[in-house]
């Protein structure tokens, strides 16, 4: 399981695919540029009934209805595993050396994973990982059902499912494209961000309550048995088959991939502001269990609550993220990681269960439209040929800086306390937030002050659409002759 894109030409033309993916046509196919009538309509606000349409692309609703289910089983793993860990050693840095573990490999091979996400079949790969995910968790039911589990064997563990997720990651991400094509490309990502976030508040929730009667081992038996829904969904897809790409050298694929996204400034700003949030912001995470017995002196019910309560919010924040117009589309990431910084220091200092619960609405809400917004970004922006390259440096920023801010937050609550770790993290998260807007001040002064009725009008320095102009690197100015978003290189 895990969450929530293509620009060169290809053979699959827009009839060929509507027939495979069972719907109406779907606009420009995934492997030609999107048309300038559809790049400003993938970055309009959708309705919440403008949601729905996404669903009429068979491929997508067996792609929901199996990550749902399994998703619920993941986050019931995750919050078994940290209430064992934490119950078995009541030590918050051994709690922060398995987050660590979980998620360093993603960190380390994310960009291999996303070479290969640009290089084979991407449903077949989903199959593999999936399938090694579900013999990880049915390990980890039987070591705990057997009451022989050792916390060395759940960071094995733990680290086994990192290096899975470090191929599935950018794999599942860049399919979706895949799956709806440019024209939904916006409100599945909205959807596949509040699926995750349902997920979130319904697994903790059912994982909290089934800790306190039955201990960790049913939650680890259901997360295996639920990776069934989505197989078995994959099982059942059938998507266009891609161009064929010639092969080179992995690493020369890999040094490529990197030159690509950080050639571009957008790309480059967008990836170094979720880095640094999520190291020393998101990374509080793996603190909720020790903060919820050490802090708010609860049991794993109340562990469970916060979960729920992160996930609540986030899933506000995705549901916004389909609000968002393109005219704040670059200021919103820069607002949601100060709200994640100011909400963070705010939750460091609270003592009682409800006060908690409410703080994390607007952290876990801020923390999803930085993730949704930054993401929608970089992918109207990446070429077909690039794209699971360029998630997979997005997913090394968002979940591969995790487990060095885990490890961070663990130490220095081993030595300053809890709150005051994750007061320091809040503050660094506010800072990046400001020096992003430094750097981005002219690109977002300039969106978000042109008037409503000239934003379509051509016009000599800005052609026919200002705001696709600005995403796609094409407007200038005396500051910055060169366009505000620097055209990528690389390939």
Known sequence: MAMPLDTNSGSTDASTQADLLTSVSVGTPPDEP??????????????ALGLLTVFRHRNYRLFFAGQLVSLMGSWMQTVAQGWLVYSLTHSVFLLGVTTFCAQVTVFFMASFGGMIADRVDRRRMLILTQSLAMAQAAILAVLTLTHVVRVEEIIVLAFGLGLINAVDIPTRQSMTL?????????????????????????????????????????????????FGAVLTSLLLMRLPERPRRVPQNPLREVLAGYRYSFGNKQIRLSLLLVAVSSMFGAAYLTLLPAFAKDILHGQSTSYGTLMTSVGAGALIGAYSLSRIHERWLTLAPVLASVTFGICLIGFAQTHVLWLSVLLLLPTAASLMLLGGTTNTIIQMVADEHMRGRVISHYTQCFLGMMPWGSLLLATLASRIGIGEAVTVGGSAVAVAAIATWFFRRDEIALITTLPREGRNLRNANFGEDVEGDVLHGRISSPKNPRGFFDPPRGG
């Open 34 to 47: 999107p048309a300038e009538q559809e790049i400003k309509d993938l970055a309009k606000p959708s309705s």
């Open 178 to 226: 895949d799956m709806v094509g440019r024209e939904d490309l916006r409100h599945a990502i909205a959807l596949n961000s509040m699926m995750f976030n349902l997920a979130r508040v319904i697994g903790p929730s059912i994982a909290g309550a089934l800790i306190a009667v039955a201990g960790e081992g049913p939650c680890f038996a259901f997360n295996a048995l639920s």
